[in-house]
């Protein structure tokens, strides 16, 4: 079957660096989406890889690595608004989006 | 980037009656539109996909007699709760692509549904 791991909830300082891992076991690969999610709010894209490597835009970055079905996104200089869910989603072969269940991230002051 | 707007933002209804909710791509057309359903601190949970000019693809496990899927012009897809009940509170958002390659999906606001 299709799976998306990636941890229940992180907890980081405020100003600090943390880093959400996703690792994945799809039918096909045609890239990778994270999404922020406010409680009660959709979620906004952050950002899409679909080759190896590293995708920096601002304070976030995500890297993905194919062979080894894990991506990560990186969030820097946190502040308390990044307090959040951050949803790890793969598009598979047939183009669906498959998706984590989200990692709730709390920033402490 | 552009804007999907959900409408109405929350409802709430008795037990026993339809709710129709409104998913508008305000600045693009959008030839596929996607209904996920959220549980409180759950993640996202896709019950179909709406393709404008034909019927809805359903999720397994969604009745699709219960939650109906209309999708009659580019720029609006409309999901309809029929005979809701207390189980069928939850985050309703709707998204949308510009196209079938496009990596960004658009999000509604969400429609939080509260069935008496």
């Known amino acids: 079957g299709q799976n998306i791991d990636q941890p229940t909830e992180m907890t980081a300082t405020e100003g600090a660096i943390v880093q959400i891992n996703c690792t994945y076991q799809t039918s096909g690969f045609n890239g990778l989406f994270w999404y922020q999610q406010h409680a009660g709010e959709a979620p906004t894209f952050l950002s899409y890889?679909?080759l190896d490597g590293l995708e920096e835009k601002g304070r976030f970055s995500s890297f993905l690595s194919r062979s080894k079905g894990y991506s990560y996104l990186l969030l820097k200089e946190l502040q308390m608004k990044d307090s959040a869910s951050y949803l790890c989603?793969?598009?598979?072969?047939?183009?669906?989006?498959?998706w984590g269940a989200g990692t709730k991230l709390i920033i402490k002051p | 980037g552009a804007v999907v707007s959900q409408h109405p933002s929350w409802v709430i209804c008795k037990s026993g009656t339809s709710v129709k909710i409104e998913c508008r791509s305000l600045?693009?057309?959008?030839?596929?539109m996607f209904w996920y359903r959220q549980f409180p601190k759950q993640s996202l949970m896709l019950m179909a996909t709406s393709n404008e000019g034909s019927k809805a693809t359903y999720e397994q496990g969604v009745e699709k007699d219960k939650f109906l899927i209309n999708h009659a012009s580019l720029t609006l897809s409309t999901l309809t709760v029929t005979s809701a009940h207390p189980e069928d509170s939850s985050f309703y958002i709707c998204?949308?692509?510009?196209?079938?390659?496009?990596?960004?999906?658009?999000f509604g606001e969400g429609s939080r549904l509260t069935v008496l």
């Open positions: 600045d693009f057309q959008a030839t596929t």
């Open positions: 989603a793969v598009r598979d072969s047939n183009y669906q989006l498959i």
């Open positions: 998204s949308a692509r510009e196209g079938p390659d496009s990596g960004e999906l658009f």
């Open positions: 890889n679909v």
